[in-house]
């Protein structure tokens, strides 16, 4: 019963994703998009963005991205490893839980790296600026526009 439990956990957090604090536009409430914004031309005329601005943005997203792909594979591995302990014959349950807050590290870690990409753009832009980009993807999102 126990195991089927954990299955069904293991299960919901995989299909909600890895990022729990995101939805298909950016982060629940925070109305942030994916991807490279900055280089929207709509945005950067709205935003008053430089291009010393722009670069800083590039820099930091590849910086960001970086750490995301290896911490994405430390979910991935951590997952996998918990599904090896939920297949075996011989069923640890004090084994299995401890992967599994091994799990939600990796999980809570990427989500921070994604948090802290954001924090760095509200800090870049400012408090003015930074209401008009959410306010900016709030109506395109509105209107059905890709952001």
């Known amino acids: 019963m126990k195991k089927v439990t954990i299955l069904a956990l293991i299960c919901f957090f995989a299909a909600s994703g ?10 629940v409430g925070l109305d942030m998009p994916h991807g490279k914004w900055w280089r929207m031309a709509e945005v950067v005329k709205k935003v008053d963005l430089t291009s010393g601005e722009q670069q800083k943005l590039d820099d930091l997203f590849v910086d960001s991205r970086r750490r995301m792909i290896d911490l994405k594979s430390g979910v991935e591995k951590e997952m996998l490893e918990l599904e090896v302990i939920l297949d075996q014959q011989n069923f640890d349950e004090s084994l299995c839980m401890d992967r599994f807050r091994r799990f939600q590290d990796a999980r809570t870690n990427l989500a921070n790296e994604r948090f802290k990409f954001l924090v760095k753009v509200r800090k870049l832009l400012g408090p003015d600026r930074y209401r008009q980009l959410k306010t900016e993807f709030r109506h395109h999102r509105a209107h059905g526009m890709k952001g």
């Open 18 to 27: 890895i990022g729990l604090a995101r939805e298909p536009g950016g982060m």
